[in-house]
Every structure is written in structure tokens, then in C-alpha cells.
């Protein structure tokens, strides 16, 4: 019995150093603009996609979408690439108008809403750092468990 409260609390403290913080996932936003700014959105986005870079640390990826909440990148998701998810609510928020919103209004800033933890199906708090580009055509952000 010792064993298994050993090895289940060893588990828990491992899986929890691989989990971002939300200052992570502010600074790989802010990170990732600067990218945005130097590069080129292409050039970016494809820095983003990579797997084994910069851009995909602990359990942060990058999403990108268009002030009209269109999603133009998603490191994880490509699939959702060309769609429209301002009306999304799945868990009871609307977060992607949400953060288009923002977008908008404030060029940056945080976006709270609820989101399945990974490797479970339990829903649980997440907020994403968002910041527009210089031109205000889309904004990128990255999220992290609370």
C-alpha cells in the first residue's frame, strides 16, 4: 500500500513539473509575437508547428486566429485551421469571442474559461495569455492550466 501512495504522489509531482504556469504561457505568447514581428507570420507559424522547438514547451502550444474568429493556426489541431469558433461553447464559455474581443479592445491580455485536462476528462480552470500583431489582422495566445 506504501508503494502505490509512493508511486501515485511521485506520478502527481511529475505530471504536474511538465504543466506550464500561466506566466509560461504569457511569456511564449510574447515570445512568439516578437517571432511574429521579426519573421513574418509564415515564417512563425512554421517555427510554432515544430514539435521539437522553442514554441511547444511542457503542455504550451501556440493558436493563432483572425479578428473575425477564424482560426489561421493551431499547433495541436490543425484540423480546426479555416474555421469560425466564435461561436464555440462547449464548456460553457464562449472563449474564442472572447478572446477576439480582447483582441480588439485591448490588443493583449488573459482569457478565462474552462477546458479538458489533459489525459482525462475532467474540466478544469485554463486561462490564455492573447496578444494581437502589430498590424491587428489576428492575435496568437497560448493557455494554461490554473
Not at 489561421?72 to 472563449?95: E, R, S, T
Not at 478544469?124 to 494581437?132: G, Q, R, T, V
Amino acid at each position: 500500500m506504501a508503494v502505490l501512495a509512493i508511486t501515485t504522489t511521485l506520478t502527481f509531482a511529475a505530471q504536474a513539473e511538465e504543466m506550464a504556469t500561466p506566466m509560461e504561457a504569457k511569456e511564449l505568447t510574447n515570445k512568439a509575437m516578437e517571432l511574429v514581428a521579426t519573421q513574418g507570420r509564415e515564417t512563425a507559424f512554421k517555427t510554432f508547428a515544430d514539435a521539437a522547438g522553442d514554441f511547444q514547451p511542457k503542455d504550451l502550444y501556440m493558436f493563432c486566429l483572425d479578428m473575425q474568429g477564424v482560426m489561421i493556426f493551431h499547433a495541436k489541431k490543425p484540423q480546426l485551421v479555416g474555421k469560425n469558433l466564435l461561436a464555440f461553447n462547449k464548456y460553457g464559455d464562449m472563449l474564442f469571442t472572447d478572446m477576439t474581443n480582447l483582441a480588439k479592445s485591448e490588443g493583449e491580455g488573459w482569457v478565462n474559461y474552462h477546458w479538458p485536462y489533459p489525459g482525462s476528462e475532467e474540466i478544469k480552470e485554463k486561462a490564455s495569455y492573447i496578444k494581437s500583431a502589430s498590424d491587428h489582422s489576428f492575435y496568437c495566445g497560448s493557455g494554461a492550466y490554473k
